[in-house]
């Protein structure tokens, strides 16, 4: 057996494989696009079939690079959490599009499931809230509006991202590929009970879920499967949601270390250890890892729009031609001169969670410049990070550092804007695909590379430190301006009661 980590990290906007030595150096990437639909407001989908046919071309090619299958010890998977797929389990294709975990197809089903007064005890099961966001709410909006997926039988197969791609590495000519789901991406779906880690028949039935349909939940690291299809058997050994995988690529293996990664949207989590968490603040419960059976938890923050502004304000806006001159332009201004951007572009996410919420540019005037609106788009990330700090710090759980990571944190200015709005030391670390590097750690861990996450944070590298230098007074006065502008697109009430004094 070879001792090399193949990781298939499959996001939201693209999909890549990449090959990892034991000592955490990356040997090599290979990425892919996929193609995000819009086929309506507030719709995202995606072709599960293109997702895996894309992933399997990336994988060969780091297969190729690592000279074999026989050089591979393992694969590890990580994955854009919530999208949910559908297919069929003797085809082995999709029998729909993919749900993305961006769609809001479900935001009145989810409201009128709050109206009827259910959110509190789904809360108290499952750690989650009732918000499109989650896939048990696209699993019940697809089976009363796709009659193909009831059809289906006993042929349905229901799954999120990592699921579909273990399904489809594992199945043969011969045989039907293997259907498990790890706990990470379980405690996503509002059918899985926190403590239990099982799938609940009161919130089966609730979101019209089969169970024959569902995968088995397994840990997050072991011996689950193996592919041939790269011309030898590699097993496959790790499993974890990508913010999941973050967190343990930032090795943050005590109670209170915190990481946020800053991609398509912003995730922050912070370990809360082995008894699962509860939040007063409209912060999600979720399950970190699970290992030989056994749970450690996390308290996240999940902010829908964060490097898809620049995306936005790139491809649909042209405001900027590359999302790396916003850096320039954001420091070619003294301040933001009163313009604040709330990114609502797909709703609101916590502490808010208003689906309905659409985004603002407000304090405009003619003094007003395109640097003022790009700097705004990156202000708009502190801003909402520090509405996440405190709803942390009211569930008791508040931060001493935080540690960054995602493709917008490459940006200086930005982890530096960070530093000075939640007036805490930022760690960046050099290598800054820590996904990648939190799923080879746990295939690592499950295939007998690593003895445990402890040895395998050795592969995590070194990093810079960005210390807060921004004024109190100057903070203050961007904290107030961006209130205001948030409760311009929120109701007062609301606003008041989800952010703590």
């Not at 250890?273 to 938890?297: E, F, I």
């Amino acid at each position: 057996m070879g001792e090399l980590l193949l990781v298939l990290d499959e996001g939201t906007t693209s999909t890549r494989a990449m090959l990892f030595a034991p000592s955490g150096e990356c040997l090599g990437s290979r990425a892919a696009e996929l193609t995000q639909s819009y086929p309506g407001p507030g719709l995202v989908e995606h072709d599960a079939a293109q997702i895996w046919q894309r992933t399997l071309a990336c994988a060969r090619a780091m297969v190729d690079k690592a000279g074999g299958a026989d050089r591979i010890a393992a694969i590890g998977i990580t994955n854009q959490r919530e999208t949910i797929v559908f297919w069929d389990k003797i085809t082995g294709e999709p029998l729909a599009p993919a749900i993305v975990w961006q769609d809001r197809r479900s935001a009145a089903l989810c409201r009128q499931w709050r109206e009827a007064g259910e959110e509190p005890g789904v809360q108290a099961r499952t750690g989650l809230l009732l918000d499109p966001y989650f896939s048990g709410t696209k699993i019940a909006w697809a089976m009363a509006n796709w009659p193909q997926l009831a059809e289906a039988g006993d042929r349905l197969a229901i799954g999120t991202i990592e699921s579909w791609l273990v399904w489809k590495l594992t199945a043969g000519e011969d045989r039907g590929g293997l259907h498990i789901t790890d706990a990470t991406n379980a405690s996503r779906t509002l059918l899985m009970g926190l403590g239990s880690g099982g799938w609940s028949d009161g919130l089966l039935d609730m979101f019209s879920a089969p169970r024959s349909a569902l995968p088995e939940i397994v840990d997050c690291a072991g011996r689950f499967g193996t592919t041939r299809l790269f011309g030898g058997e590699i097993p496959i050994c790790g499993l974890a949601g990508d913010q999941q995988a973050a967190t343990v690529g930032q090795a943050c293996f005590a109670k209170g270390d915190t990481k946020a990664t800053y991609g398509t949207g912003a995730f922050v989590l912070t370990n809360a250890g082995t008894v699962p968490p509860s939040s007063k603040h409209r912060l999600l419960a979720t399950v970190l890892w699970q290992l030989g059976g056994r749970r450690t938890y996390a308290i996240e923050g999940s902010v829908f729009v964060a490097g898809s502004l620049i995306q936005w304000l790139r491809d649909s806006v042209g405001l900027i031609d590359t999302a790396p001159e916003t850096e320039a332009l954001a420091r070619s201004v003294p301040d933001n001169g009163g313009v604040y951007l709330v990114p609502a572009l797909s709703g609101l996410g916590a502490p808010w969670w208003e689906p309905d919420a659409r985004a603002a540019l407000s304090g405009l005037s003619f003094a007003s410049t395109r640097a003022h609106i790009v700097r705004a788009a990156l202000e708009a990330m502190a801003h909402q990070s520090h509405d996440l700090e405190t709803a942390f710090a009211a569930d008791g759980a508040d931060w001493a550092r935080l540690r960054v990571d995602g493709g917008m944190v490459t940006n200086d200015w930005m982890a530096q804007d960070l530093a000075d709005m939640l007036a805490l030391p930022v760690d960046r670390p050099d290598f800054a695909e820590t996904t990648a590097l939190g799923a080879a750690m746990l295939a690592g861990v499950g295939c007998g590379l690593f003895g445990g996450l402890g040895e395998a944070a050795a592969m995590r590298g070194p990093g810079t430190t960005f210390e807060p230098k921004l004024s109190a007074g100057a903070r203050q006065t961007r904290l107030a301006g961006w209130t205001q502008a948030v409760q311009n697109i929120v109701t007062p009430a609301k606003a008041g009661a989800h952010l703590p004094d």
